[in-house]
């Protein structure tokens, strides 16, 4: 690869002739727009800035909010997914910082251009400033504050054992009453729930009054699990409330989206950012934390008290946000735990009698624990095997082959998109409509479409989930006699796409169809109760027959069907091959080749953010 500096600066290359074509371009009409607003006005931009400004999009599109000057145009349309045909006309070189400068594309840090050069990180200044204020806000939250009487009380909430390993939960819970920030990850079943019960009831304790505490997090799918997994956690901490003096009533037993949290009456949207109206709490708890984008984290911090404690929760290793930024997987990039001497050294002072790691080398790594152990998986679990293969990309075809072959909870079928296995799939779910056709009751309606979920990595295409789903209807309205209008009929799931204040539905909220009375209703699972709207209410949703992976993130399901495409996508990537598989709590079929699945396992994602950067 030729590492030079781009020589060539004609504005008019063979990449952007290409690029525009109408049948062929990948330069979107924004792009192009934004080329000719700028051109305009400023006159004519070289070869390069068109390629800075062009590509500095398209990763934004991406969820990339930066772009490495260090890679050339040739790497980034890689990184980005592009043809191996169309890359070939990009140029190998690397593009001069200098001359972004000298067109005033770009300026340092302290000036004032659209875009910020920051070493060979190129950003739109909006999401360099906003990465820039979180990183200030995490470093100066991340102070030790000491408490005498934590000790007092963390011996109820952990009784004594035989262990001789560290208790990470036990850590984490102590962490959440001398730190402001917390920032706490691990997979499925590490007990972060479980931490988090004790979080709040340890704040509860040392506090002279009430807390004022929030559950939150980013879907209405993963609010909806969060408050259910809280509540039974509650309730089996009952008797142990009532020794310790506590009222089960004073614990939020709701978990709200950041959403409705960060919205003024609940109908107005967002708050902006420059409304300086603070969130009412003393201690907030966001879940799958991973999911959070930038903005929305930034929106977060933008209204907390200078005394409000915040908790995040997520697992660092599943897929990042579908918007812009990778802001959990950012924060936690020490590789394990380990603390400062002056952190230890209170860990111990408050109850922590196992020595623990020293190391770290930032303040922000002392706000950060993982846990490691999983208490819903054994050694003996094909899903927890898998699910640590995939983390660690360490398996290949074969081992990979002879897992599915060993465990009971693991199933493989092959599969490929031809007719007569499509039109196996339609008749699964033909006969699983007309079985949902008889179900009179909401809740056993939901029981019966989240029995078992089918994941798909893609959305678009031959093979997304938009045309399978397509496929599923047209097959059981040509089969089936369902009373249907407007597409509408008894059974129908859905999943709200779009956030509507008005309506009180969320991106991510799933709801299913009923006849009622003659007229058909949509009726939402809340984290609490179903809310029951007409169809016309409801502004943006699709069936959920089958969803994308991401779709996904924030439940849990018995039975996860995984379905492959029949070659190697982008999409396919490690992150989303264990977002999937950590989707299962009781058994997974992958429906394709296991050598395309290593494959994927093999591809580790990589968002390009000023964030993890300075990090």
């Excluded at 930066?66 to 990009?90: F, H, K, N």
């Excluded at 812009?324 to 209170?346: H, Y």
């Excluded at 031809?418 to 309606?445: H, W, Y």
């Amino acid at each position: 690869m030729n590492k030079d500096k781009m020589k060539n600066n004609e504005p008019h290359h063979t990449w952007w002739q290409r690029g525009i074509l109408p049948e062929a371009g990948w330069i979107g009409m924004e792009e192009q727009e934004l080329i000719r607003f700028l051109e305009k006005e400023r006159g004519e931009i070289s070869g390069e800035g068109r390629l800075a400004l062009v590509f500095v999009s398209l990763f934004l599109k991406g969820g990339h909010t930066a772009l490495p000057l260090d890679r050339s145009p040739q790497e980034w349309g890689e990184i980005i997914g592009l043809d191996p045909e169309v890359r070939a006309t990009l140029p190998d070189e690397l593009i001069s910082p200098d001359s972004l400068l000298e067109q005033k594309l770009a300026g340092r840090m302290d000036e004032m251009a659209m875009m910020t050069l920051d070493g060979n990180s190129l950003s739109i200044r909006k999401y360099y400033n906003l990465e820039t204020k979180l990183l200030q806000w995490f470093t100066e939250n991340s102070e030790n504050k000491y408490r005498s009487d934590i000790s007092k009380y963390i011996g109820h909430l952990f009784p004594e054992t035989d262990e001789k390993e560290v208790d990470w939960q036990k850590v984490a819970v102590v962490m959440s009453a001398v730190r402001r920030v917390l920032i706490l990850s691990g997979g499925p079943g590490t007990g972060k729930t479980t931490a988090v019960a004790r979080m709040l009831m340890l704040n509860q304790l040392l506090s002279g009054r009430p807390l004022r505490m929030a559950l939150t997090a980013p879907t209405g799918k993963a609010a909806g699990r969060m408050g259910e997994a809280l509540r039974a956690e509650f309730d089996r901490m009952a008797p142990l409330m009532k020794q310790l003096g506590l009222n089960p009533d004073s614990f939020p037993r709701e978990a709200k989206t950041l959403h409705r949290l960060l919205s003024g009456s609940g109908r107005e949207g967002l708050l902006p950012p420059a409304r300086k109206r603070l969130l009412p709490f003393d201690l907030i708890v966001v879940d799958e934390a991973s999911m959070m984008d930038l903005e929305l984290v930034s929106r977060l911090i933008a209204h907390m008290g200078q005394d409000t404690r915040l908790i995040l929760m997520g697992d660092k290793d599943q897929l990042s946000s579908v918007e812009a930024g990778s802001v959990f997987a950012d924060l936690c990039r020490k590789r394990e735990n380990g603390f400062s001497p002056q952190l230890n050294t209170l860990l111990k002072q408050s109850g922590i009698r196992e020595p623990l790691p020293v190391h770290g080398e930032t303040p922000l790594e002392d706000s950060i624990v993982y846990l490691t152990r999983s208490y819903r998986f054994d050694e003996s679990s094909g899903i927890g095997r898998l699910a640590a293969a995939v983390r660690s990309g360490s398996a290949d075809q074969d081992q990979l082959t002879a897992l599915f072959e060993e465990q009971r909870d693991l199933e493989l079928k092959p599969f490929s998109y031809v007719q007569d296995e499509l039109e196996g799939l339609t008749r699964i779910f033909r006969n699983r409509i007309a079985k949902a056709s008889t179900i009179p009751e909401p809740a056993a309606l939901f029981a019966h479409w989240k029995e078992q979920v089918w994941l798909n990595p893609l959305k678009s295409g031959f093979r997304g989930t938009e045309r399978l789903n397509r496929l599923v209807e047209e097959s059981a309205m040509a089969q089936l006699r369902l009373r249907r209008e407007g597409g509408w009929y008894h059974g129908r799931p859905v999943i709200i796409t779009q956030n509507d204040y008005h309506a009180g539905v969320y991106n991510g909220d799933l709801g299913v169809c009923m006849e009622q009375e003659g007229e058909f209703r949509i009726w939402v699972e809340s984290s609490t109760q179903f809310r029951c709207l007409r169809p016309d209410r409801i502004r943006a949703l699709e069936p959920f027959y089958f969803l994308t992976v991401h779709k996904s993130q924030g439940s849990e399901f018995d039975e996860v069907n995984l379905l492959l495409p029949e070659e190697d996508h982008p999409l396919l990537t490690r992150e989303l091959i264990y977002t999937a598989v950590t989707r299962a709590r009781k058994r997974l079929v992958l429906h394709g080749s296991p050598a395309l699945l290593a494959t994927g396992i093999q591809r580790n994602t990589e968002r390009y953010t000023g964030l993890k950067f300075r990090v």
